[in-house]
Structures are given as C-alpha cells and as structure tokens.
C-alpha cells in the first residue's frame, strides 16, 4: 500500500509539473544548480590580459578557442566609428598577443561600419578540445553587423562569415545580408527593434531537432514599467549555418528590464550551462548562468553573480563572458569597463598571480 501512495505521489507531481509546462527535463534542480556554480565560480581576479590598443579604441567581447596547441580569441575594437574583429594568440591563456584582423571596415554595404564577429560551433565540453568545428570545409563566424557609424547604431542584424583558417588574421568571406534581422516576417515583439550579440553552436544530439543553434540577445518594441526598451536572449535554428528561423514565442531569459544578453554555452555532464552577463534590472553590470537539460528550457540562477565590479579596472562593469576550464582550472574571461578604460580581464578558480598590465 504505501508503494502505490508514493507511486500516485509522484504521478500527481508529474501531472502539476506537465501542466504547468515544466518536468524532469525542463527543470534543473537547486542542487544542481549550487554544483554548478561551485564548479565554475572564479574568485580570484588576475586582471587584464588585453588593453586597449591606444586612447581612441577599446576592445570588447572575447571568444576563446584552441587550435594547433595554441590559444585564440578573437575580439572586436570600437574606435568611435564602429566595430571591427581582431585576432589575439597565447600560449597560457594568460598573455595575449594581438595578430591582426578578421573582419575589417569597408566602404559599402549593409555591414559597412559595423562587424562586430564571434566565432562559431566551438566544442561546448567543460575541459574538452575548445576547437572550433568545420562545416563544409569551413570554419564560420557569426557577427553583428550594420551600417550607420556609431555604438551599436542603427538597425542591427546577423551576417555570417566563413574562413579556411582561423589562426591567421585573414580576411573572412562575408555572406550577402543578413540572416537574421528585426525585420523578418517571423520578427517577435521581444526582438522587432534590433538584434545584438550571436552565439552558434553545434546541437550534437539534435535535442532542439535541428544541427545548429544560435542563441542571440534582441531588443523589441516591448518595454518595462518605465517605458523603457530591454534586451533579452533567445533562440534561433539551423540546418545549413546560412537560413534560420526563431525557435519559440518567447525569449529564453529575461529579466523585462534592463539587459540580458552576450550568451555562452557549455555542456558540463548532461547540463547545459549558459553564461551571459545582465544589465541594469540591478546597479551596474555582471556575470550570470543559467542551466538546462533540453537547450531551450532554461533555469536561471538565483544566487551571487559569478562576477562584477570589485577592482578598479572593472569597477563600471564587468560583464560578457567567455568561461572555460583547461588543466584544472577555470579561466572566466570578460570585459571589463573602469580605470583602464574598456579592456579584456580574466578570473581563474585559482590563485595564478596578477597580470602585469597595471592599472593607470
């Protein structure tokens, strides 16, 4: 008797939870929540890895990726006018040489003055290869592209580039338009005014039934309480890297004001964790997660910020993530606004020392 009560208990659960929209599969549990955390969390700030090049530019938005037992991370460079994409090189995740450009100012076109490019289908797996995966004989990039000079100016939208090679500072071969913009036809309230940062990665298993997917953060004409447009992360799927179309009616996280946004994806065990960075719905800006089972239900974390502003070269923001863990030890590299201007810093799991870059 008192299996078959335990039993109609669970059943009864189970049935609330699929009423609810939500399961087993849908739901990570706090516990797993709090082990995340612990496995990811960096206390301890080395400090900045990449400055800005001169007074008139700043650097923004790392990617990091190995090829050829090197360390890349491609970056992008604001110089008042707009984005372009750069390329970095290490050999211990710590000192960062600058290699040249992987997408550069041209004179016409949609994406003309803004090319701001994050490289794509990188191996998800905490402490795997963090070699960026071919497709068609190519590696890919996706980026965030648009005319009007300026930060983040005008109607933004996502290109996408494709290269032979990205250990060399070559120029990418951009595709003609965007691929997803705020206005297609299947734009959604959350994402009808302009789209920002792109992330594509590679659905192994094909849990969202498709080979690629790409988490994005967008603004829409929807507003918060104080009349005020917010940005928020959703999702978008693939067959071929080149047509996409939204996945869902709503975004994935959101907090209805402020920022959420810049999304980075790692598969620890069977949980997905998303790192990405908010913004202004509390003071300043911070490093965030969030996990999931499936891709595309996400639960959020409620506790501290795995990082915000504490020195005085990220005491404006510290925010934009790009986390990994090589050799024991995790590395969370992110953009850091303060003393230094807007620079590239990192903080390890470990005490490895402070970098050598000073701040003014």
Same mark, same amino acid.
């Not at 700030?45 to 890349?72: A, C, H, N």
């Not at 975004?251 to 598969?267: E, F, N, V, W, Y």
């Not at 964790?273 to 965030?288: E, H, I, S, T």
């Given at each position: 008797?008192?299996?078959?009560?335990?039993?109609?208990?669970?059943?009864?659960?189970?049935?609330?939870?699929?009423?609810?929209?939500?399961?087993?599969?849908?739901?990570?549990?706090?516990?797993?929540?709090?082990?995340?955390?612990?496995?990811?969390?960096?206390?301890?700030?080395?400090?900045?890895?990449?400055?800005?090049?001169?007074?008139?530019?700043?650097?923004?938005?790392?990617?990091?990726?190995?090829?050829?037992?090197?360390?890349?991370?491609?970056?992008?460079?604001?110089?008042?006018?707009?984005?372009?994409?750069?390329?970095?090189?290490?050999?211990?995740?710590?000192?960062?040489?600058?290699?040249?450009?992987?997408?550069?100012?041209?004179?016409? !076109?949609?994406?003309?003055?803004?090319?701001?490019?994050?490289?794509?289908?990188?191996?998800?797996?905490?402490?795997?290869?963090?070699?960026?995966?071919?497709?068609?004989?190519?590696?890919?990039?996706?980026?965030?592209? !648009?005319?009007?000079?300026?930060?983040?100016?005008?109607?933004?939208?996502?290109?996408?580039?494709?290269?032979?090679?990205?250990?060399?500072?070559?120029?990418?071969?951009?595709?003609?338009?965007?691929?997803?913009?705020?206005?297609?036809?299947?734009?959604?309230?959350?994402?009808?005014?302009?789209?920002?940062?792109?992330?594509?990665?590679?659905?192994?298993?094909?849990?969202?039934?498709?080979?690629?997917?790409?988490?994005?953060?967008?603004? !829409?004409?929807?507003?918060?309480?104080?009349?005020?447009?917010?940005?928020?992360?959703?999702?978008?799927?693939?067959?071929?890297?080149?047509?996409?179309?939204?996945?869902?009616?709503?975004?994935?996280?959101?907090?209805?004001?402020?920022?959420?946004?810049?999304?980075?994806?790692?598969?620890? !065990?069977?949980?997905?964790?998303?790192?990405?960075?908010?913004?202004?719905?509390?003071?300043?800006?911070?490093?965030?997660?969030?996990?999931?089972?499936?891709?595309?239900?996400?639960?959020?974390?409620?506790?501290?910020?795995?990082?915000?502003?504490?020195?005085?070269?990220?005491?404006?923001?510290?925010?934009?993530?790009?986390?990994?863990?090589?050799?024991?030890?995790?590395?969370?590299?992110?953009?850091?606004?303060?003393?230094?201007?807007?620079?590239?810093?990192?903080?390890?799991?470990?005490?490895?020392?402070?970098?050598?870059?000073?701040?003014?």
């Amino acid at each position: 008797m008192k299996n078959i009560k335990t039993g109609l208990v669970l059943w009864l659960v189970a049935v609330n939870l699929a009423a609810l929209g939500q399961g087993p599969d849908k739901v990570v549990p706090q516990a797993v929540m709090e082990r995340i955390y612990n496995e990811v969390r960096t206390p301890y700030k080395y400090g900045i890895v990449l400055p800005q090049p001169d007074q008139g530019r700043m650097v923004d938005s790392p990617t990091i990726y190995r090829k050829e037992d090197t360390w890349f991370m491609s970056y992008i460079i604001f110089d008042g006018k707009g984005y372009e994409t750069w390329l970095a090189r290490s050999d211990d995740l710590l000192h960062w040489q600058t290699a040249g450009k992987l997408m550069s100012f041209t004179d016409t !076109g949609w994406d003309a003055t803004q090319k701001a490019g994050y490289v794509s289908l990188i191996d998800t797996d905490w402490g795997g290869s963090y070699a960026p995966g071919r497709y068609n004989g190519n590696y890919w990039l996706s980026y965030l592209g !648009g005319s009007e000079k300026g930060y983040e100016a005008g109607r933004l939208g996502v290109g996408i580039a494709t290269t032979a090679d990205l250990t060399k500072a070559v120029e990418a071969d951009r595709k003609p338009g965007p691929v997803l913009s705020a206005i297609d036809p299947d734009a959604r309230p959350y994402d009808n005014n302009t789209i920002y940062k792109s992330l594509i990665i590679r659905d192994k298993e094909q849990k969202t039934g498709y080979p690629f997917v790409m988490y994005y953060n967008a603004k !829409g004409d929807e507003k918060d309480v104080k009349g005020n447009r917010f940005e928020s992360i959703a999702m978008a799927v693939s067959t071929d890297m080149v047509t996409w179309k939204r996945l869902g009616q709503e975004p994935l996280i959101s907090r209805r004001t402020g920022i959420c946004g810049d999304a980075q994806i790692a598969k620890i !065990g069977n949980v997905y964790v998303m790192f990405y960075f908010g913004a202004f719905w509390k003071p300043g800006a911070f490093d965030r997660f969030a996990c999931s089972y499936d891709l595309m239900h996400w639960t959020d974390w409620q506790g501290p910020d795995l990082i915000a502003p504490s020195e005085p070269f990220d005491k404006t923001y510290a925010h934009k993530p790009w986390v990994i863990k090589w050799n024991g030890v995790v590395y969370h590299f992110y953009n850091a606004v303060g003393s230094n201007g807007r620079v590239i810093a990192v903080a390890t799991s470990t005490d490895v020392g402070k970098s050598d870059i000073r701040d003014k």
